[in-house]
């Protein structure tokens, strides 16, 4: 298969050596950006072993469209009304149906899939681990041990033709990225080591600060076409976890850096707004579809918004955003998550700068900002709040 990106491992080490720096010295994004599992409570926290098992099931949710913050805000709730759905040794006596039910009543995605997998993982958790996902990472010290203790080999009947030891099943619905992801939250969660060589989960925020900043530089055809999710993850993977061992940088670091960043700034970024997404009314999703020429219904590309310089909504967006950036020197795509999250897509296109006037920010007034989560609560600073936390040279 043809590549459809390639790595620049140069501007790798100058684009992450930027942000790490600024993650260490805490500043614009880092000073306002949260991490979804700062929500989980200290009450969880103080049992490390129910926090581990509690990450090992939150994994379950974190692919897909899912938002993750909302994603573990949800399970959290789920966890204060239904501790025993986080325990293994409890789960593996309840059937499908039940568990589903539970999930149900906290988020309603694939839970068919889910439901199953969270009754299957939950058996294999405690037959081979003894219930302790931390027991997993014990002695340790390579991504391949991880991979091949953690992700799915597809079906037991290929397990039994390949003589797989047991504990190289791996889980349901885990590959590489839940792989690394599940190392990532228990290594930032100080419950286990971190390991060298692991990349943390390469999802698509980390994969659009990438393809934007030209670390992965996109081929013509992927420009114009698109670049799947699958097209790209083994360059991103490679890209993070090479600039890891040569500079000494942990997974947790790199991977909070990336995703913070995109999170905070690049989603409230004008060039990545995008119209024609679904919408939720009631219960039910409305999805912009279009007949194709086989006469075959199929989902709308969300379209990018037209740049306008001068739209003040926009100024204002881009004002907070890009234009106080850390990145803004080397970021030269905008690849919007309309299209990826509808589509599986990343549509990249080239970054417009905006003229931002001087006299826009001082102009004190209530707008939003990028989302700052503390409990679960979203918090909009108000506009001299962000004068206070807005940096002129960022
Ligand atoms: S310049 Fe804008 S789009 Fe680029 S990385 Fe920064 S916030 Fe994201």
């Known amino acids: 298969m043809k590549a459809v990106a390639r790595i620049d491992h140069d501007r790798a080490r100058l684009v992450f050596g930027r942000l790490i720096k600024k993650l260490r010295e805490k500043k614009y994004p880092y000073n306002i950006a949260t991490l979804p599992q700062e929500?989980?409570?200290?009450?969880?926290?103080?049992?490390?072993?129910?926090h581990a098992q509690f990450i090992f099931y939150a994994c379950h949710f974190m692919r897909g469209a899912l938002d993750s913050t909302t994603a573990i805000r949800q399970l959290v709730a789920l966890w204060q009304r239904s501790p025993d759905l986080?325990?293994?040794e409890v789960v593996c006596m309840m059937d499908v149906g039940a568990i589903a039910a539970l999930l149900r009543s906290a988020i309603d995605y694939h839970l068919?899939?889910?439901?199953?997998?969270?009754?299957?993982n939950s058996d294999r958790l405690q037959r081979l681990w003894r219930g302790d996902p931390r027991r997993i990472f014990e002695k340790v010290c390579t991504a391949?041990?991880?991979?091949?203790?953690?992700?799915?080999?597809?079906s037991r009947a290929c397990v039994a033709g390949n003589d797989l030891f047991e504990d190289d099943w791996g889980f349901f619905g885990f590959r590489k990225k839940m792989a690394g992801m599940l190392a990532y939250f228990l290594a930032e969660a100080q419950l286990i080591e971190p390991i060298c060589d692991i990349a943390p989960a390469v999802d698509f925020h980390l994969l659009r600060i990438m393809i934007a900043n030209r670390i992965l530089i996109l081929t013509e055809d992927a420009w114009t076409?698109?670049?799947?999710?699958?097209?790209?993850?083994?360059?991103?993977?490679?890209?993070v976890t090479v600039y890891m061992r040569t500079c000494k940088i942990s997974a947790v670091e790199i991977g909070d850096a990336l995703w913070m960043l995109s999170t905070t700034l690049c989603r409230e970024a004008p060039g990545n707004?995008?119209?024609g997404r679904s919408r939720k009314r009631g219960n039910t999703w409305q999805t912009p579809t279009r007949i194709d020429h086989n006469g075959k219904e199929r989902k709308e590309l969300p379209q990018p918004v037209v740049i306008d310089q001068y739209?003040?909504?926009?100024?204002?967006?881009?004002?907070r955003t890009c234009h106080r950036c850390p990145c803004?020197?080397?970021?030269?795509?905008?690849?919007?998550?309309g299209p990826y999250y509808e589509c599986g897509l990343f549509m990249p296109r080239v970054r417009t700068r905006m003229r931002v006037r001087k006299a826009l920010f001082d102009e004190l007034h209530d707008h939003p900002v990028p989302r700052r989560h503390k409990a679960g609560i979203v918090q909009r600073p108000t506009g001299h709040e962000q004068l206070s936390l807005l940096e002129p040279d960022a």
């Open 328 to 337: 803004r020197k080397t970021c030269t795509a905008n690849a919007p998550s």
């Open 273 to 275: 707004w995008s119209t």
């Open 86 to 88: 986080f325990k293994p």
């Open 112 to 120: 068919d899939e889910i439901a199953a997998f969270w009754k299957e």
């Open 39 to 50: 929500m989980i409570p200290h009450a969880l926290r103080d049992q490390p072993l129910r």
């Open 311 to 319: 739209s003040s909504e926009q100024l204002a967006a881009y004002e």
């Open 225 to 239: 076409g698109g670049a799947k999710y699958e097209d790209v993850y083994d360059e991103g993977a490679e890209a």
């Open 144 to 154: 391949d041990v991880v991979y091949r203790r953690v992700v799915n080999k597809e």
